[in-house]
């Protein structure tokens, strides 16, 4: 069955030999009336933008809003989409915004500094209840308003300046606040929204390319053109279905067939042997996404303080190995804590710690002293078996240690008992970037304390650095920072860096110009369509 | 007769306290909290969980949460699904598409299995006869979702005369080859229960009796043998309709149907204890009434049985 993607948004990113794959006639208008059905699934939260975090609900919301920010799709950075400019004030502090003219909500009323201020606020709320609050957490009041039974119903960071200009202030300075805007959290939401949430959840109204047309629970959901759209992504097609399936592999039978345009993924069904590429010739693609996988140490546990023993281990895994073997090659060694093509991302910053070199793992290990029996843990549905029973035939091989999966039923257990630091064993966390950042990366899984540190890892100086980083007048610099804190992590090595993930694509024959945007998606502004 | 159905109609009582109980109690059991991976890897905002707690009456003793739940029940309320949704909507929405796919399954499984197993009970023996056998065997030793793979790929895509998928709407043309492939089995078994019991009851007495009476051959077949030999095939198909009544997740997922199975299996795998209580109370209230018509049925077909 449909495996529900576990994630809070597919950020994926593109090789740029990759990003034009598969287009057909460059100069084909192709035909502007026409309707084009995607794959998606079940959104697992009413269509609002604030509480919409996880990938199937994005994929709709994203198309029906544009934010401040969007990010390009060839090349992740973040540009100005409805902000006319982002003026930075006192160091990284305060964030001055001023929103373009003259855009309209699909109700015909006008975009307003009030409209962005407004639906942040609402987000923030604490008893509102919504998903994505915790995006807005850098701004200063943050903690107020977002208590459980909080009566601040307002931002202190938050002031509207004029219609079209409001400004940010954040609690401390955060340099890099600017490559949150494209996210669907920060969308503006028209006046009507906050007179009657209900009816929004029915119809809801955005400010984006698509407007809402109708919607079938579990079976789909229909956009079309909003014809007054004053961004640069205009589409060249009409109508936008997103399909919801049962299944993958039922979708994949209605792609093949021609029953379906376009699929951002393809079931196994699909990729065993690569059929899918005789399946649907010269329309797939593949490009590397930016979900990374690692081994956590359990390092609240005594057996699993010595970094030389996580560094043993590290050493002794032969990742090419595995994926080439296990993987077909789906999966790419990766050596460092940040996905590919992500802002702040360089090569091998693991560097030695990662190498595979048995000789030298062995030594690690005699000087670590650790005895006794490895245990790698995750939960047992996810189809991680294989591939674990590889990583422990390495340490079986290299180490002399005895290794064994122990699989936990179901992902939301093994997560209950992650976040309780509840954990004997190594265990798996994948890792998918909300926003293109290295600070997406490093803050949520290895800060002290952060929401997602399931290692329970602890640096001061860590900390230290990324708060150096956070100050920085500029993205650049505070990148290069941020690469200092991530060779840290490579001294202690509280996870293990495993590998990043391919994402496979196919599309019918009816779309020319064909390109796999940011976050895995059919990009709907370059898309034509005959027929 | 009348007392006897008032009775059985009584008995649902219990029976639907009874499991709604149950099922919302083994949900309720199901590991992990239904909320903290509905915001992916990173996990929702503890205001989000709480909100969303308060709302579906978590942090309440199970028994407070059930008989809440079973308050809004008798009043038809069946509540809303996680995604704000109504519950009682989306089951109105996939129980057509469930009952039309169960009733053309019927239909084959009835029609060829019942004629099948006619024809060889009463020829017996020869060429026929042992096709009808192995094939029956063949199908029964194929799992269902081989059936139906074999199905699509081979009428839907290399033939290209049946619908790859079944569009939302579930015509009745595009649910033929799901109910096929449904059906198999149960067919297999139709035609050998028939063929079984018309081949013991050919030498029943009350047969040639009516055979030494000098009535026609057909009166013999059709109105003493057959009415005789098709209770135990009644029996069989009734429960097999209660079962396919209630969807078929397997089925429903080669063909993406959009039926009761896929729904329960979703609410299943988010632990959404609304929707699974809706849908298996109304599941199990299908099953008994369909269980009450085939035991009614019995007394038409044979006099002998008579309820008071």
């Not at chain 1, 948004?9 to 593109?14: E, I, Q, S």
């Not at chain 1, 951002?264 to 059929?275: F, R």
């Not at chain 2, 290209?160 to 033929?176: E, M, N, R, W, Y």
Request: glycine share 8%.
């Amino acid at each position: 069955m449909g495996k529900i993607r576990k994630v809070a948004v597919v950020a994926a990113a593109l090789s740029a030999a990759l990003v034009m794959a598969g287009c057909g006639s460059g100069t084909d208008a192709g035909n502007a009336e026409s309707k084009i059905s995607i794959w998606g699934g079940e959104p697992q939260n009413p269509l609002v933008p604030g509480n919409t975090t996880e990938a199937y609900g994005s994929k709709v919301v994203r198309s029906m809003f544009t934010g401040l920010t969007q990010y390009d799709p060839a090349t992740y950075k973040s540009k100005d989409a409805m902000a006319e400019k982002i003026d930075i004030k006192e160091g990284s502090k305060v964030f001055d915004i001023t929103i373009k003219k003259g855009w309209k909500f699909h109700d015909g009323t006008e975009v307003k500094a009030k409209n962005f201020v407004d639906a942040w606020n609402y987000t923030a709320f604490g008893p509102n209840g919504q998903g994505g609050a915790s995006f807005l957490q850098a701004v200063d009041g943050y903690d107020a308003t977002n208590a459980k039974d909080s009566t601040v119903k307002e931002l202190k960071g938050l002031k509207v300046v004029s219609d079209y200009e409001f400004t940010v202030t954040m609690a401390k300075p955060f340099a890099i606040f600017p490559q949150f805007l494209g996210y669907v959290t920060f969308s503006p939401l028209p006046d009507s929204f906050f007179k009657d949430p209900k009816a929004f959840e029915a119809k809801p109204i955005g400010n984006g390319p698509f407007k809402f047309v109708s919607r079938v629970p579990n079976a789909n959901i229909e956009l079309t053109r909003y014809d007054e759209y004053q961004g640069a992504d205009k589409p060249h097609f009409k109508d936008l279905d997103v399909k919801v399936y049962s299944s993958q592999e039922a979708a994949y039978t209605d792609l093949v067939a021609g029953n379906l345009d376009y699929m951002d993924t393809i079931p196994s069904t699909g990729l065993n042997g690569d059929k899918y590429k005789t399946d649907l010739p010269d329309r797939n693609g593949e490009i590397n996404s930016p979900i990374i996988q690692t081994l956590q140490f359990p390092t609240y546990d005594e057996r699993y303080k010595s970094p030389d023993l996580r560094k043993a281990i590290s050493k002794a895994i032969n990742r090419p190995q595995i994926t080439e073997k296990i993987f077909n090659n789906a999966r790419v060694p990766l050596y460092g804590w940040v996905g590919p093509s992500i802002s702040g991302y360089t090569d091998n910053q693991c560097g030695d710690n990662c190498k595979y070199d048995p000789a030298a793992a062995k030594q690690l290990l005699e000087k670590s002293g650790f005895k006794g029996k490895i245990e790698i843990s995750t939960n047992g549905d996810g189809g991680h078996g294989p591939w674990i029973e590889a990583v422990c035939n390495d340490i079986k091989n290299n180490l002399g240690l005895d290794c064994a999966f122990v699989p936990v039923p179901t992902f939301s257990e093994v997560l209950a008992k992650e976040k309780a630091k509840q954990m004997t064993a190594l265990f798996r966390q994948g890792w998918i970037a909300d926003y293109p950042s290295i600070e997406n990366f490093l803050r949520q899984l290895y800060e002290t304390g952060a929401g997602n540190n399931y290692s329970g890892y602890s640096n001061p100086a860590f900390d230290a650095k990324l708060k150096e980083a956070d100050q920085k007048p500029n993205e650049t610099e505070a990148n290069k920072a941020y690469q200092e804190a991530e060779k840290m992590i490579a001294n202690d090595m509280p996870s293990i860096p495993l590998w990043f993930q391919k994402t496979q694509s196919g599309w019918s024959p009816r779309l020319s110009n064909v390109r796999t945007a940011l976050w895995a998606e059919l990009d709907l502004s370059t898309v034509t369509v005959t027929g | 007769m009348v007392r006897y159905i008032i009775r059985r109609l009584l008995q649902l009582i219990p029976v639907f306290f009874g499991t709604t109980f149950l099922i919302y109690y083994l949900v309720w059991r199901l590991p992990g909290d239904p909320f903290a991976a509905m915001c992916g890897d990173r996990g929702c905002p503890p205001a989000y969980v709480a909100t969303m707690r308060a709302k579906f009456n978590m942090d309440d003793p199970i028994l407070i949460q059930y008989f809440k739940y079973l308050g809004k029940l008798v009043q038809g309320d069946f509540g809303t699904t996680y995604q704000g949704l109504s519950v009682g909507k989306q089951m109105a929405m996939a129980y057509p598409t469930t009952v039309k796919l169960a009733v053309i399954a019927l239909l084959i499984e009835a029609l060829i299995g019942i004629a099948a197993g006619m024809y060889t009970g009463l020829k017996g023996g020869g060429f026929l006869d042992n096709l009808v056998l192995i094939s029956t065997l063949f199908l029964i030793s194929l799992p269902v979702f081989v059936t139906g793979f074999v199905l699509q790929i081979v009428f839907g895509f290399q033939l290209g005369i049946i619908d790859v998928t079944v569009p939302p709407s579930a015509p009745i043309g595009s649910l033929i080859a799901p109910a096929f492939a449904l059906a198999s089995l149960s067919m297999a078994y139709v035609t050998r229960l028939t063929r079984a019991s018309i081949l013991e009851n050919k030498r029943a007495d009350y047969v040639r009796t009516a055979v030494a009476k000098g009535l026609k051959p057909n009166r013999v077949v059709g109105v003493h043998l057959l009415r005789n030999s098709v209770i135990p095939v009644l029996t069989f198909l009734g429960t097999d309709l209660g079962a396919l009544m209630g969807g078929a997740i397997v089925t429903e997922g080669i063909f993406n149907i959009k039926g009761i199975g896929n729904l329960v299996y979703r609410a299943i795998f988010f632990k959404e204890s609304v929707t699974v209580v809706g849908v298996v109370t109304l599941l199990v209230v299908v099953y008994l009434l369909m269980n009450l018509l085939v035991d009614l049925l019995y007394a038409v077909l044979d006099p002998r049985i008579r309820y008071e």
